[in-house]
Each structure stands twice: as C-alpha cells, then as structure tokens.
T-cell receptor, first 114, second 112 residues
Framework: NAGVTQTPKFQVLKTGQSMTLQCAQD?????MYWYRQDPGMGLRLIYY???????DKGEVPNGYNVSRLNKREFSLRLESAAPSQTSVYFC?????????????FGEGSWLTVV | SQKIEQNSEALNIQEGKTATLTCNYT??????LQWYRQDPGRGPVFLLL?????KEKRKERLKVTFDTTLKQSLFHITASQPADSATYLC???????????FGTGTRLAVRP
C-alpha cells in the first residue's frame, strides 16, 4: 500500500519549458489536491478535485493546469514554466467523513526553474 | 480570509521536557483544527484533529487544546525525544465542505 505517489522527485526546467507532475493514490479516495510549499508561505492549494471528473481552482492556480485522469490519478501541468514556480509540490488525497477530511500527502516534487 | 500564525522561530528544548507549540488564527472560528508533522524532504503526516466543540484531544504523548475564545490551539509533546524533531504544521477548516488552510509551521529541535 503505497499511499500517494508522485513523480518526478526532482526536476530542473528552463524558463518557458513545460512539464507534467504525475500523482497517483491507491487509497480509493475521491478528493485529490496539488499544493506548493515555499519558505515562509506555508502550503498553498493550487488545484483540487473533489471527485473524478471535476477540478477546481485553489488559492494559487495561475500558471498551472490539472487533469483528473481517473479516480487514482491527478496530474499538474506547467505550460510555460517561470522562475516564480520554483517550489516544492505536494500531491495529496482525502476522503471526507468523520475524520474531518484528513489529508494524506505524497513525498513531494522539487522543481527548479532557471 | 483566514490567517494562521505559527512561531517561525525554531523551538529548542531538552530531551524529556514538554514541547509546546502555538497556533493562532484570525477571522472565523474553524470547525476543525488539525496538526501535521513534516520531516525534512518529506510530505506532511497527519497527527491529530480537534473539533470546535472539543477542548482537548490526546494521543499517546501528544495533546492538543483548542480555545475558540483566544482563537488559539496549543500542541504539546510530553517527554520529548530527539526523534520528535521536525516541523509541525497546524491547519484549519471552516466547515466540513471547506478546504484546509495551513500555517507555515514551527520547527522543533529536541537535543539529547
């Protein structure tokens, strides 16, 4: 039982390049999320998907797109990377209920845009 | 929007002592407040959840309190160990349908 798996772990991009961060969860959760974490800023929600087939913007969606491919997979795409997108990205999933929507995180993807 | 304040300065304590971390928030009173642990280079891991109608929650050496009047949660680790060294994040949720808002975290260092 791997939980939330995201790839790649590390990536260096040049400004203007595009890339997709992949995420998959094996907990049969309906909700999935993409966060970015920057020093002094905490975790900020980029996009989320409440269920298969739906996606919604979070706090900082500009410059990103997402795809909820199926219940397991939720990808994050940077169409034209900018240095401001240098960050650590976390994919997460959750199942609402008694636990108040506890979130399970992946191990993170370190992205540097030069 | 909700603003969450956690001490940005690291908390350094001696092994065996109780560590107390603070989470203050402004604006609305959240329905749920959660605490997560994050180790360097890893994703956050859920520790405890406390609801607005609960004053205190315990799990082994961990204790969380929730004071909606002070708009504050305290996170305690008793008999602290070097293995407890990590960054601790608090997160708030306005209601069951809302999304979690995270604080920036406080780093705890427990020295032997």
């Amino acid at each position: 039982n791997a939980g939330v798996t995201q790839t790649p772990k590390f990536q260096v991009l040049k400004t203007g390049q595009s890339m997709t961060l992949q995420c998959a969860q094996d907990m049969n959760h309906n909700s999935m999320y993409w966060y970015r974490q920057d020093p002094g800023m905490g975790l900020r929600l980029i996009y989320y998907s409440a269920s298969e087939g739906t996606t919604d913007k979070g706090e900082v969606p500009n410059g990103y797109n997402v795809s909820r491919l199926n219940k397991r997979e939720f990808s994050l795409r940077l169409e034209s990377a900018a240095p401001s997108q240098t960050s650590v990205y976390f994919c997460a999933s959750s199942e609402p209920g008694y636990a108040g929507n506890t979130i399970y995180f992946g191990e993170g993807s370190w992205l540097t845009v030069v | 929007s909700q603003k969450i304040e956690q001490n940005s300065e690291a908390l350094n304590i001696q092994e065996g002592k109780t560590a107390t971390l603070t989470c203050n928030y402004t604006n609305y009173s959240p329905a749920y407040l959660q605490w997560y642990r994050q180790d360097p280079g890893r994703g956050p891991v859920f520790l405890l959840l406390i609801r607005e109608n609960e004053k205190e929650k315990r799990k082994e050496r961990l204790k969380v309190t929730f004071d909606t009047t002070l708009k504050q949660s305290l996170f305690h680790i008793t008999a602290s160990q070097p293995a407890d060294s990590a960054t601790y994040l608090c997160a708030l949720k306005k209601s069951s349908g809302d999304k979690l808002t995270f604080g920036t975290g406080t780093r705890l260092a427990v020295r032997p």
